[in-house]
């Protein structure tokens, strides 16, 4: 099964700033797809932003932007201008373009933004 | 994207009992899937919910503990049976929609608490 890996559990930002959360991936396949989720404490997952792999332009949403580096299987994403709600936790996610319909999700990062 | 709605939002169980949550979609969708979140963890899938046919079901969950059914193209549900404490957790329904670029949508999330 593919993997993804968050490695940081918990992040703040200044309001106002710019945060990255990091998320690796672990596949032997050319051709996927990438997202985040955020996730309030209201529970309902919210896409984000989503990458397919074989767009080399990396995806942008409004103050969202993701850095994808297929060779090192790295989709960090980066939130400019940080509002208070952004306060969520944020889900990596990983989805085979060709095998199985599963997605995998990474362990999360606690995003607290600071007033 | 879909608007998917799911009930109950939030419940207390009592231990040995049963639970059956429901997940309707605005819209024929191609896949939809259940998964659970125990608290402050990452997403792990129960099983995806076969139109017309059983449910296929991931390692470490049965159809016995967790009865999924899926009518048709827009609702399924989800039984929890016999619940324990372990059991408590959020159960999200989640669907790719026709023509939504793989992308995967979430409902609002069941709370669970079993005491």
């Known amino acids: 099964a593919q993997t993804v890996t968050q490695s940081q559990p918990e992040m703040s930002v200044q309001e106002a700033e710019t945060v990255t959360l990091s998320c690796t991936y672990d596949?032997?396949?050319?051709?996927?797809?990438l997202f985040w989720y955020k996730q309030p404490p209201s529970r309902q997952m919210i896409l984000v932003i989503r990458?397919?792999?074989?767009?080399?332009q990396n995806a942008t949403e409004n103050r969202f932007s993701v850095n994808f580096q297929k060779a090192a299987k790295s989709f960090s994403l980066k939130i400019s201008d940080s509002q208070l709600g952004d306060a969520a936790m944020y889900f990596c996610?990983?989805?085979?373009?060709?095998?199985?319909?599963?997605?995998?999700f990474g362990t999360g990062t606690s995003l607290t933004v600071i007033p | 994207s879909a608007v998917i709605s799911q009930k109950p939002s939030r419940d207390i169980c009592q231990r040995g009992t049963s639970l059956t949550i429901q997940c309707q979609v605005d819209?024929?969708?191609?896949?939809m899937f259940w998964y659970r979140q125990q608290p402050g963890q990452s997403l792990t899938l129960i099983a995806t919910?076969?139109?017309?046919?059983?449910?296929?079901?991931e390692s470490g969950f049965v159809i016995d503990k967790f009865p999924i059914s899926r009518p048709n193209l827009t609702f399924s549900t989800l039984t929890v049976s016999n619940m324990s404490p372990e059991d408590s957790s959020i159960y999200l329904c989640?669907?790719?929609?026709?023509?939504?670029?793989?992308?995967?949508?979430f409902g609002e999330g069941s709370w669970l608490t079993v005491v």
């Open positions: 819209s024929q969708v191609t896949m």
């Open positions: 996610a990983y989805r085979s373009a060709n095998t199985g319909n599963q997605f995998y």
């Open positions: 989640s669907v790719v929609p026709r023509l939504s670029g793989n992308t995967i949508y």
């Open positions: 990458q397919e792999a074989y767009k080399q």
């Open positions: 596949t032997s396949e050319s051709d996927y797809y």
């Open positions: 919910a076969n139109q017309g046919s059983e449910a296929t079901y």
